[in-house]
């Protein structure tokens, strides 16, 4: 009896199959007839890649646009481009990733903290990576291939703040497109291989200034910028030698001549022999000058600011003179208490505008004091606008409030 009953299933399972199959095929046919469904794939593809725009973010929900119908999955896995922006957050699905990817150049983001096989996944493509964003965790090292020479952004941090130098894999890395580079928590010295002739922005930070955290003569400083002439954006927070190793002769100076955005964080000591030994263009569109000090300075200061307005035309009839401006932290722009003009307009105004940032990054006690120096300081009688600011210290409880308009004269 049984085998009769399952012989009898057999076919009849055999015909449910084959009527699903035609059912499909017909629902096919139905969606190539509708206007979205006659779209070329070339384009369904570009409308695709708008859909998966927030893939940096770790968000997946653009993935149900294969699942829509068979013509959108074809049309999705056959797009290499689709898959190739990769947030590793997990081996099995950057494995998925660089799979239908094929060999299309990656944009890769990757936290060390999630999967410990991710970072060698991705050096095993290294190859095809346009640009890489890792969160460092440990400082294990990775074998792997060493040339990446279709690479021109590289931003690695880290997360723990523990500062142990990172894979010795960094300074083996063979990277000859690399032109952004940021390194953030990472401590690597100045000799280092990534400090590469073809970068065009620099970022290279530390939180707080650590006694021997970037063991470097200012020298060897001026020597690796001075190989880099397409320099255009620098920025260095606490990574400058101490004054004590900042001797260097009155003739040696580093010319920057691309150079159009100078961030600089660190001590006024350290600040002011930078500053004395970097030329670069009059054109330059930002300086942003912050003391970390815990007291105020005044003379390294006050030498400071001459030094970074002096890098500036000093041709008053321009008709776009230096506006030199004291700021807060730009994240915290709107919380400016404006005089005259709102916040943003302020912002406006001095988008691509010559200006002067002059910041008191740690001055609790002394705010008073930093800005009437700061106000005896500048030299620059073109000077027409400004916004104080003296530091990040709350005020019960609430980011401080600053005021924009002129600065009064100095009496």
Known sequence: MQRDAKAERTPLLASVRELQR???????????????????????????????????????EWIQVSRVCHCWRETALHSRALWSGICALGSKWTRELLLRSKQALLDVIVDYRQDDEVIP??????????????????????????????????????????HTPPMDLLNRLELPSLTYLKLSEVQVPWTTNLFRPTLTHLTFRFRVKEPG???????KVLDVLH??????????ANVLSDPGRANVG??????????RHLVLVTPAATMRPFLEHVTFPKEACMISIGFSDTALDDDNMTQCIRLAASKFAEDTRSKDPVRTRLTFSHNYMAATVCVNQSADSFATAFRGAPSLVVRGMRLATTKAR??????????????????????????????????????????
Do not use: K
């Open 22 to 60: 035609q059912v499909a095929a017909e629902n096919r046919r139905l969606n190539e007839l509708t206007p979205v469904g006659r779209l070329p794939s070339e384009l369904l593809a570009e409308v695709f890649m708008y859909r998966s725009a927030s893939w940096h973010t770790g968000d997946r």
């Open 121 to 162: 996944l991705v050096l095993r493509e290294l190859h095809r990576i346009r640009s890489i964003e890792i969160y460092i965790h440990r400082c294990d090292d990775c074998n792997g291939p060493t040339c990446a020479p279709l690479l021109r952004s590289m931003i690695l941090c880290r997360s723990d703040f523990s």
């Open 213 to 219: 955290l970037v063991d470097c003569d200012l020298s």
């Open 227 to 236: 190989t880099m002439p397409h320099l255009q954006s620098l920025e260095l």
């Open 250 to 259: 009155a003739d040696v100076h580093a010319h920057l001549a691309q150079l």
């Open 370 to 411: 930093f800005f009437e120096m700061v106000r005896r300081t500048f030299p620059l009688p073109e000077t027409s606008f400004s916004v104080i600011d003296v530091g990040y210290q709350a005020c019960d409880g609430h980011w401080p409030r600053g005021a924009c308009g002129p600065i009064p004269p100095s009496s």
